[in-house]
């Protein structure tokens, strides 16, 4: 039996940050046990949404790698200099590349650890092995299938870390009937060139949300299919912008984690309530403009492609009209509107913990569901008869703040684990 010294699951940009900081360590050599599975049959950082213009929330030094060791060859910065864009690239005095040129710089990355990682693998179940005449959990069993063939396969590993990512959320009313085209923002990109291949077409196009991709999304309908209208429909008065000054940009530093750590729950509670606007059901403030003029002009030339449709919340789809049910909330009315497209920009959950069900009598929750993690990102254990490390990525916004689920603390959250892991207490 093959057993492996360390298996990441999912091979995004978290676990992509692991394998760069396992490299600095020389521990991804010839005689290395160490994989990686990723479900899908490539590397793509959030492919449905590569909307060409669409711009990074965070600034390049928050690569994989420059926060911990700005010395490292897997800096954006070495990235631009190996495609020789790095000095047109200063002279575009940008902080916030373009998201297809982030993923064009993931991707660079991740070819280099090609050997590492088992693509087109979904690891769909673990179990704990627990040594022969003792109660002792040695190693996990992870069991896997190739999307294409479902081949099965179990591998063994005495060490994982978990970064699965966020999954989307579509309301059980909205999958109802397949011939009614709606789509999540996952899958916005991959809808428009399978569902609406005619560019100059009248489609109607309704939109639902009030964050970063609702807005991104009503643009690029708008600006692709230049005789279609775009309906964006929300629950709020108005669009809102992420906070991203510099003192609340603080939030997402490495010292707010440890310092995060020490408080109490319903103090960690109250600042991260404090902070959503950050980060949830916000539009970058540039964004905001942009869209904001677009409509001014529209109104110049008696144009109204764009319409936006404040206090309105989503109820769901009457398959026969191919009507969005909407309630307006002001008055508690229920208006249905006409659609050709309907694109769900309504958000994400974490799934990273459901994949641990099957031993969660060995893990410490502090409520249900809920996994308490160390400040390594190891999941604590009841007792020391569990010996493998598990590490979750992107799960403990809860307990380690803000930066969680996003990209800002790769550089750090990949050096502790990867310090954690090659600790042998
Ligand atoms: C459109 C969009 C734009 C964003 N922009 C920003 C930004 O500008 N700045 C920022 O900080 N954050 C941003 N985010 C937040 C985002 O969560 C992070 O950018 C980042 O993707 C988190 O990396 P990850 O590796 O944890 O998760 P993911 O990128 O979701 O990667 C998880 C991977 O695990 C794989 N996987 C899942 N389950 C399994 C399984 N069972 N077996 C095998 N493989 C599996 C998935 O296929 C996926 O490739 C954005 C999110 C979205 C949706």
Do not use: C
């Amino acid at each position: 039996m093959q057993i492996y010294d360390f298996i990441g699951i999912g091979f995004g940009p978290a676990n992509l940050s692991v394998a760069v900081a396992l490299s600095e360590k020389n521990m991804l050599n010839d005689n290395a046990k160490i994989m990686f599975v990723e479900s899908k049959a490539d590397f793509v950082w959030h492919g449905g949404m590569l909307i060409p213009e669409a711009e990074m929330q965070i600034s390049f030094f928050k690569d994989l790698v420059t926060l911990r060791n700005p010395t490292s060859p897997f800096t954006f910065i070495n990235y631009l200099a190996e495609n020789d864009r790095l000095e047109s690239f200063a002279n575009l005095k940008h902080f916030f590349p373009r998201r297809v040129e982030y993923n064009d710089y993931l991707k660079w990355a991740a070819k280099k650890f090609k050997n590492y990682v088992k693509y087109g693998t979904k690891v769909i179940k673990i179990e704990p092995v627990v040594a022969e005449g003792s109660d002792v959990v040695e190693y996990l069993a992870l069991h896997l299938q190739n999307i294409s063939t479902q081949e099965k396969e179990i591998i063994y590993a005495k060490d994982i870390s978990l970064a699965t990512g966020i999954s989307k959320i579509i309301p059980e009313y909205m999958r109802a009937n397949p011939d009614i085209k709606i789509s999540h923002s996952d899958d916005f990109l991959r809808s428009l060139e399978t569902d609406f291949t005619q560019r100059n077409s009248d489609y109607k196009f309704v939109v639902v949300g009030s964050g970063q991709s609702a807005a991104e999304i009503t643009l690029h309908l708008a600006d692709e299919y230049p005789n279609a209208k775009v309906d964006l429909y929300f629950r709020n008065y108005a669009l809102k912008p992420a906070d991203e000054t510099e003192f609340v940009n603080e939030i997402f530093d490495s010292d707010t984690v440890e310092t995060f750590l020490t408080f109490d729950d319903d103090f960690r509670e109250a600042v991260l309530e404090n902070h959503r606007n950050t980060n949830y059901s916000v539009v970058d403030p540039k964004l905001i403009s942009i869209l904001y003029e677009r409509l001014y002009y529209q109104k110049l030339i008696g144009s109204e492609q764009i319409q936006l449709h404040r206090f309105h919340e989503l109820q769901g789809i009457d398959s026969h009209s191919k009507k969005a049910i909407f309630e307006e909330l002001v008055d508690n009315k229920t208006v249905s509107f006409e659609f050709d497209g309907l694109f769900l920009a309504t958000g994400y959950e974490i799934i990273a913990t459901d994949i641990v069900k099957n031993f969660e009598e060995y893990l410490v929750y502090d409520v249900e569901d809920r996994l308490v993690l160390d400040t390594n990102y190891r999941v604590k254990t009841v007792n020391d008869d569990f010996k493998p490390k598990i590490f979750i990525q992107g799960a403990s916004e809860h307990s380690h703040g803000m930066s969680e689920t996003l990209l800002s603390l790769l550089a750090y959250r990949s050096g502790k684990i990867v310090a954690r892991l090659i600790d042998s207490a």
